[in-house]
């Protein structure tokens, strides 16, 4: 490897480009190569380079890893691509950062792990939430015992609704994996992690009741949900509530995670950056109030994580270390995803165990 990592961005739409914009943030770190199928998007992400000089561009992305001189790549398609694009990087050695959700079907999901063992590179799963100021720092105090033994935890997403993308992909469950899947493969995995055990069952209700319903694509209608709700049973004992909301735009905190267990509570609020702290034994909590770069804050729409998280994959490839994001994380919070899209679908309780590869990946 040269003293630069020299990336590749595979997929220069609004994720894409917030990538770039990070990583020339990121010490050390140089993009000399982009791909995307849309010219729009390529000049969209030669904006985004500002002046950056000598950035290769391909239509195709096929071409990228046969011709550019990089180290890793961040894939940023579509989610319904992210297999097809894996296979030919898979055949590579190249250090990889894929974007959530790893995948949008459950076959596609066992392919990539099983794939991703014998796969040379770091392999990353994009999970920027994790890498937020203060949910990175209600998990430190969960796990040093903050709360004690977590009993419960709740995660309220109150947003606004999906943004346009490049040919309107994700206004349809077939390319996103349902809305269950698409956003909230965050909170699933969130809640495995602050929680230290593994779902085995999803209760989830939900409905598309008011966005997108007047839209129409080639006669088409959009079939995303925009609201639910989602109950997932620990095998440690703990419970998980997820509260989406995707007509709330004018919430205070676009999302607010409470973990509680026999000791106390810890919350964390974003964008209000604080993370509280409350015991059963004492009077009064205690706050603790983040500060976000600014530089990082402008570079995308992630509250200065995605940042973080690329600081992290560049240490893991530096040092020859492991993905702290790995594909089995990124697998397993698809599985939830799709068995809360199930449950809603069938308004019944849908256990992990049911779900085909979750056995064979070890996820139930």
Known sequence: MSESVRYGVIGTGMMGCE?????????????????????????????????????????????????APVDAVVIATPNHTHREVLEPVFQ???????????????EDCRWVARAAERHAGVVWVGMEYRYMRPVARLIE????GAVGRVRMLAIREH????????????????????TLVEKCCHFFDL??????????????????????????????????????????????GARGLLDLCMFAERSRNEMEIAATGDVGKAEAFVPENRVVLCRRDRD????????????????????????????????????????????????????????????VRERRAVELRELDGARELGLA
């Not at 190249?94 to 995948?103: G, R």
Request: with cysteine.
């Open 19 to 67: 990538h770039i914009r990070n990583l020339a943030l990121v010490p050390g770190a140089r993009v000399v190569a982009i791909a995307d199928p849309v010219p729009a998007s390529r000049a969209r992400a030669e904006r985004a380079l500002g002046s950056s000089n000598g950035v290769e561009a391909y239509a195709d992305f096929r071409e990228l890893l046969a011709k």
């Open 92 to 106: 590579t050695n190249l250090h990889v950062l894929v974007e959530k959700p790893l995948c949008t079907t459950l």
């Open 284 to 343: 009064e909590p205690a706050t603790i109030e983040f500060r976000v770069d600014r530089r990082a804050e402008r570079a995308g729409a992630h509250h200065g994580s995605t940042l973080a998280e690329h600081l992290r994959f560049q240490d893991a490839i530096r040092q020859g270390g492991h993905a702290e994001v790995s594909v089995l994380d990124g697998a397993l919070a698809v599985f939830v995803g799709v068995a809360a899209e199930r449950s």
């Open 191 to 236: 809640m495995t992690l602050i929680a230290r055990q593994r779902p085995v069952r999803v209760y989830a209700s939900g409905a598309q009741d008011l966005n997108h319903l007047e839209e129409r694509y080639h006669g088409e209608r959009p079939d995303i949900l925009d609201n639910a709700f989602c109950v997932v049973d620990f095998d440690g």
């Open 159 to 178: 947003r606004f609704p999906f943004l346009p993308k490049v040919g309107d992909w994700n206004r349809f469950a077939r390319n996103t994996g349902g």
């Open 141 to 144: 105090e969960v796990h040093a």
